[in-house]
C-alpha cells in the first residue's frame, strides 16, 4: 500500500467571505463550494484547499470529527520557477506585501505572503524538492489560444 499525495488541505479563517475574495481573485482559485458561516473550498489541479471558520468545525457533531487550528498555517502552491516574477508583480499589484523571498540551496524559489487572516502562504518551485526530478510535477499544459 502506498498512499500517491495529498488529498485535501485545509487552512483556518475568522471571515470566510474576506477569505473567499482573497483567494478568488488575488490567487485565482476556482471555488468549488461554499456552506455559509462553516467553509469555502476551492479546487486545484491536483487537491482540494478547505477554509475553515474554526469555530464551526471545533463542535463535534458534524458527520466528521471535530477539528480546528489555532495561529497562522503554512502552505505552499506549486508554480513554475519562471513564473515567480510575474506572480510577485502580481501580488504586489493587488497590496500583498512579500514577506520573504528565498533562493533553496538544492535549487528553486519560494516567495512568502499572508493571507488576510495572517495564515503564511508560499509560491514555491517544485524545484525544491526536486519533484521534478523525480516526475511527480507536471507543469499545468499551455492553452492553445494564448
Not at 2 to 21: C, F, M, N, P, T
Not at 28 to 41: A, D, N, P, Q, T
Not at 86 to 112: D, N, R
Amino acid at each position: 500500500m502506498k498512499l500517491s499525495h495529498i488529498l485535501e488541505s485545509s487552512l483556518y479563517v475568522s471571515d470566510l467571505e474576506r477569505a473567499e475574495q482573497f483567494y478568488r481573485q488575488v490567487l485565482g482559485l476556482s471555488l468549488y463550494s461554499r456552506k455559509e458561516g462553516r467553509h469555502v473550498f476551492f479546487r486545484l489541479a491536483n487537491g482540494m484547499l478547505l477554509l475553515f471558520r474554526a469555530e464551526a468545525t471545533e463542535q463535534p457533531g458534524g458527520g466528521v470529527p471535530a477539528h480546528g487550528a489555532r495561529g497562522p498555517g503554512h502552505l505552499a502552491f506549486a508554480v513554475p520557477q519562471e513564473a515567480l516574477p510575474a506572480w510577485k508583480a502580481h501580488l504586489q499589484a493587488q497590496g500583498v506585501p512579500i514577506e520573504a523571498e528565498v533562493e533553496w540551496p538544492g535549487g528553486g524559489s519560494s516567495l512568502y505572503f499572508r493571507d488576510p487572516d495572517g495564515n503564511s502562504l508560499e509560491l514555491a518551485s517544485p524545484a525544491i524538492w526536486r519533484y521534478q526530478e523525480a516526475g511527480f510535477f507536471h507543469p499545468p499544459a499551455k492553452s492553445s489560444d494564448g
